[in-house]
Nanobody, 125 residues
Framework: QVRLVESGGGLVQPGGSLTLSCAVSGVSLDVYPIAWFRQAPGKEREGILCFMPGDGTKYYIDSVKDRFTYSRDNAVNTVYLHMSSLQPEDPGVYYC??????????????????WGQGTPVTVSS
């Protein structure tokens, strides 16, 4: 059974940093892509990035390219989203997801995708 569990969300001041974790079970991080998404209150969910093994990281939001980075620790089957210089437009519930056919998940086909429950991020002084 494929399972993803996010953690690490919380309150951070503008300009601060936060690292989110996504513990993955049931699939290999060497084979399956992992994507990060976020959904701000009252807004549509948006993709942040997707890491494809062997292909690297693809960013979907230009404004985070220099501030958010992806990393993984295969020893504990966990991926991370390192966020820095957090800004007022960054709050939301952050999700990690994978897709069982090896493509980057888009949120369009939940039959093939597996998502975590999300972790909230608040940016406020």
């Amino acid at each position: 059974q494929v399972r993803l569990v996010e953690s690490g969300g919380g309150l951070v001041q503008p300009g601060g940093s936060l690292t989110l974790s996504c513990a993955v079970s049931g699939v290999s991080l060497d084979v399956y892509p992992i994507a990060w998404f976020r959904q701000a209150p009252g807004k549509e969910r948006e993709g942040i990035l997707c890491f494809m093994p062997g292909d690297g990281t693809k960013y979907y939001i230009d404004s985070v390219k220099d501030r958010f980075t992806y990393s993984r620790d295969n020893a504990v089957n966990t991926v991370y989203l390192h966020m820095s210089s957090l800004q007022p437009e960054d709050p939301g519930v952050y999700y990690c997801a994978t897709q069982l056919y090896g493509h980057c998940p888009s949120g369009a086909d939940r039959r093939l995708e597996r998502w975590g429950q999300g972790t909230p991020v608040t940016v406020s002084s």
